[in-house]
C-alpha cells in the first residue's frame, strides 16, 4: 500500500510535485502555513497513490518521502 | 519498501534556493549517485561561487569553497594530491563558463580524473539575475534588459559541444532536469561521471540544463515548459563524448 | 651533514622544498624564476611527486589551495606580474587558513615592467597583497644558502600557524650561484585535522572555506586570526645585526641590497664612520624591536632598497620617526653599488656631524 509523507516544514510550495503527479493527487494548502511561511503540499487521496514516486523525483527539496 | 527519500549523503540543513529553483533536484541526483557507489567517505566536493555557493553546507561528505570560476583548479590541487579520492566540483554557468573557462578547459584537456557537474540556468541567480555566458539571444535580463543582443553581447557558449571538441576528456553531456524523464536520464548520467572517475577513466562533465523561476521571472513549472520551449533548442541533451563507448569499452 | 654543492638560488629552493617534504608544485612560466620550475619539472616525477603546469598564475595558486586543503605540503613560484594574478588565491588561502609557500623571485614593475631583479613587491608582500585583512610570513633570503633554509623554515612556519609564508627574492638571488649545503630531509609532523581527506564515515564533514555570510562571524575570524598574528610578530621577527654594537648610523637593507649595503658599512668603517646595518629577514613580521632600540642610539637610518622607498615606511613607523631616515634607492631592475649606498651614508652622516 502507497504511502507519501511530506516533511511539511522544507516545503517552499513550489507546486513542481503537484504537477508532477500523473493522478492529480497533490494540491497545494492554501490555507495553511508552514514555519518557513509557505503554503505547503499535501496529499489529497492517499489511497490512489501508485508510488510512482514523481513528486519526490521532482521535489527540489527532498521534501517527500515514498514508500508502498 | 521505500522508493523515494532523502539520500544519506545530504545533511539536514534545509536548502537556501528559491521555491522551485531545480539546484535542489541536481543536489539531490549527486547525492544519490554517491550514496549509490558507497563513496561518501572518500568524497570531496568543490563549491563554486554563484547560488550554490552554500553546497558545503548540504553535503556531508568534505567540501572545499573555491574562488569564482576556480573550482577545477582546486579540484586539480585536491585530486593530484590524494588519487584515492572522489573528487567533483558543482559549478554554475557563470562561474564554469565565463571567469572559469580557461579553468574548465585545461582541467578536461588533461583529462584530470574528477567530475564536473555544470548547471546551466543561462543567468547569474546570486547577483539577481545578469546576462550569462550562455544566457540565450534576445533573452530579458538585468544587464541585457533589452534583450540580449547577439551583435555586441556575442553568442551563448554551448559548452558541452565545445569541450567535446578536446581530445582530452572522458565523458562530456547534456542533461535536463525539466520533468521526471529527464531527470531520471540526469542521475545516469551523474552516476556515470563518478563511475569514470572511480574506474579511472578521467575528466567527465555533465551539462544540467537548470531554471531559474525567480530571475526569469516565471512561476517554477512555467521554468520548466521555458527549458523545453526555448533552452532545450538550443542546447540539446545528448551525449557529446563518450571515449570509452566510442571504443567499445563497457561503461 | 650534507656536502656543499654550487647551485643557483632558484634551484636551492626547489630541492630545499623537495627535502621540506614538498611533492607538489604548480607554476607558470615567467623569468626570472624559469629554473625553479624546470628543476620541479626533472625531480618531481622520480620522486612521486606533481609537476603540473597550470594554465595560469591564477589556476596554480588555486591548484596551491586544493593541495593545501588536504594538507599536504605545497607550493607555487613566480615573479612580481604573475605573483599579482595570484593575488586572489592568496586572499583566499589566507582567509580559508592554509599554509602553503609562495616564492615570489621579484622583476621590476609596475606592469609588465622588466626583468631585472627589484625589491618592488614589498608593500604587496607584507601588507597583505591581495583584498581583505591578511598578513603573510614573508621572508627575504639574502644568500643561496638562505634560499634554501628558509624555504624549509617558510613551510615550517606556515604549518606551524596554519597561514600561506611567502619567500620574496628577486632576480639576482635567483640567477645567483654559491655554494650551499642543503638541508637534510624534514621530519616535520603537524596535525592537521582540518584537512580534507574524505570523512571515511568515521567524523563530521570538514570544510575548506573562507565565506562567512554573517559579518559578526566574519568579524570574529579576523580578530582571531589577527590574534595569530600578535603571537608571530612576538616570537617570529628574524633580522641581522652587523657592526651595530657602538654604530651612530644604522643602515636597513633586506635581501640583495643587504649585501651591497654591507659592503658599503665595512667601506664606511675604514673611513672611520660608526656605521652598523640591521637586516631584516622577516619582512613580516618586521623586525620592530631592534630597530625601535636602534632608534634609541644611532643618529640616523638608512633604508637601502631597490624599489622606490617601501620598506622605508616600516623603518619609520618602527623607529616612531625618533630619527631621520633617508632612502638610498635605485629601481627598474637597477641595483644601486656599495659607492652608492656609501656616499648616502656620508651625506647623512655629513648632515648630522
Redesign the interface.
Known amino acids: 500500500m502507497a504511502k507519501v509523507t511530506f516533511a511539511t516544514d522544507?516545503c517552499?510550495?513550489?507546486?513542481?510535485c503537484?504537477?508532477?503527479c500523473p493522478k492529480n493527487l497533490i494540491v497545494i494548502a492554501k490555507e495553511k502555513i508552514n514555519k518557513?511561511g509557505?503554503s505547503p503540499a499535501e496529499i489529497t487521496d492517499q489511497e490512489k497513490c501508485i508510488?510512482c514516486?514523481?513528486c519526490?523525483?521532482?521535489?527540489?527539496?527532498?521534501v517527500?518521502?515514498?514508500?508502498? | 519498501m521505500v522508493v523515494f527519500e532523502k539520500p544519506k549523503s545530504l545533511t539536514d540543513a534545509p536548502l537556501h534556493y528559491c521555491p522551485g529553483c531545480t539546484h535542489g533536484i541536481i543536489h539531490t541526483l549527486v547525492a544519490q549517485a554517491i550514496d549509490e557507489l558507497g563513496i561518501e567517505g572518500t568524497t570531496i566536493g568543490v563549491a563554486p561561487v554563484g547560488c550554490s555557493v552554500l553546497a558545503y553546507n548540504y553535503f556531508k561528505f568534505d567540501m572545499a569553497e573555491a574562488a569564482h570560476g576556480r573550482a577545477p583548479a582546486v579540484a586539480t590541487g585536491i585530486k593530484r594530491a590524494l588519487p584515492e579520492n572522489i573528487v567533483f566540483t558543482y559549478q554554475g554557468d557563470g562561474d564554469l563558463a565565463s571567469i572559469g573557462m580557461a579553468e574548465t578547459v585545461h582541467a578536461a584537456t588533461r583529462n584530470e580524473n574528477i567530475t564536473v557537474i555544470f548547471v546551466n540556468n543561462a543567468i547569474y541567480g546570486m547577483t539577481g539575475g545578469q546576462m550569462a555566458p550562455t544566457s540565450l539571444p534576445g533573452q530579458v535580463t538585468q544587464t541585457s534588459p533589452y534583450g540580449r543582443d547577439t551583435s555586441t553581447a556575442g553568442f551563448p557558449i554551448r559548452v558541452s559541444e565545445m569541450l567535446a571538441t578536446l581530445d582530452g576528456p572522458e565523458y562530456i553531456t547534456r542533461v535536463a532536469v525539466n520533468n521526471v524523464k529527464n531527470v531520471r536520464n540526469a542521475k545516469k548520467a551523474i552516476k556515470k561521471a563518478f563511475e569514470n572517475q572511480i574506474n579511472g577513466k578521467g575528466f567527465s562533465l555533465v551539462e544540467v540544463i537548470s531554471s531559474c523561476p525567480t530571475n526569469w521571472g516565471m512561476t517554477p513549472q512555467k521554468a520548466l515548459e521555458w527549458i523545453d520551449e526555448n533552452m532545450i533548442p538550443y542546447y540539446p541533451l545528448g551525449v557529446y563524448k563518450d571515449r570509452s563507448a566510442e571504443k567499445g569499452e563497457e561503461a | 651533514m650534507s656536502e656543499k654543492v654550487l647551485m643557483k638560488g632558484n634551484e636551492a629552493i626547489a630541492e630545499a622544498a623537495i627535502r621540506a617534504g614538498c611533492r607538489h608544485y604548480f607554476g607558470y612560466p615567467i623569468t626570472p624564476q624559469t629554473e625553479l620550475a624546470a628543476y620541479m619539472a626533472k625531480r618531481m616525477p622520480k620522486i612521486g611527486g606533481v609537476f603540473l603546469q597550470a594554465e595560469s598564475e591564477v589556476a596554480a595558486i588555486n591548484m596551491v589551495y586544493g593541495v593545501a586543503g588536504t594538507g599536504l605540503r605545497v607550493m607555487t613560484s613566480s615573479s612580481s606580474p604573475g605573483v599579482s594574478l595570484k593575488q586572489e588565491g592568496i586572499s583566499y588561502i589566507a582567509g580559508a587558513d592554509l599554509p602553503a609557500l609562495i616564492v615570489n623571485v621579484q622583476r621590476g614593475g609596475p606592469g609588465l615592467g622588466g626583468i631585472q631583479p627589484s625589491q618592488s613587491d614589498y608593500f604587496q608582500a607584507t601588507k597583505g597583497g591581495g583584498h581583505g585583512d591578511y598578513h603573510l610570513i614573508v621572508l627575504a633570503p639574502s644568500s643561496v644558502q638562505e634560499m634554501a633554509d628558509m624555504t624549509v623554515l617558510a613551510f615550517d612556519l606556515a604549518d606551524k600557524y596554519r597561514m600561506p609564508a611567502m619567500l620574496l627574492a628577486d632576480g639576482t638571488m635567483g640567477q645567483m650561484m654559491e655554494p650551499v649545503v642543503l638541508p637534510e630531509p624534514s621530519t616535520s609532523t603537524v596535525e592537521k585535522p582540518w584537512a580534507i581527506t574524505g570523512t571515511k564515515m568515521q567524523r563530521e564533514h570538514n570544510c575548506i572555506n573562507s565565506l562567512y555570510l554573517q559579518s559578526g562571524d566574519l568579524e570574529r575570524t579576523n580578530f582571531e586570526r589577527f590574534e595569530k598574528y600578535k603571537v608571530i610578530e612576538e616570537n617570529e621577527a628574524l633580522y641581522e645585526e652587523f657592526m651595530m654594537d657602538d654604530a651612530e648610523y644604522c643602515v636597513v637593507a633586506f635581501g640583495i641590497a643587504a649585501r651591497v649595503s654591507k659592503n658599503a658599512v665595512v667601506a664606511a668603517r675604514e673611513k672611520g664612520l660608526k656605521v652598523g646595518m640591521i637586516r631584516p629577514i622577516t619582512l613580516w613580521p618586521f623586525p620592530k624591536k631592534p630597530l625601535a632600540a636602534a632608534a634609541d642610539k644611532v643618529k640616523g637610518f638608512v633604508s637601502v632598497e631597490l624599489s622606490m622607498g617601501q620598506m622605508i615606511e616600516d623603518v619609520k613607523l618602527a623607529t616612531e620617526c625618533k630619527k631621520p631616515v633617508v632612502l638610498c634607492n635605485r629601481a627598474g631592475g637597477m641595483i644601486p653599488s656599495p659607492e652608492e649606498v656609501l656616499a648616502s651614508i656620508e651625506k647623512m652622516a655629513g648632515g648630522n656631524n
Open positions: 522544507l517552499k510550495g513550489c507546486g513542481l503537484v504537477s508532477a518557513k509557505h508510488a514516486a514523481f519526490a523525483t521532482m521535489c527540489p527539496d527532498c517527500i518521502r515514498v514508500e508502498k
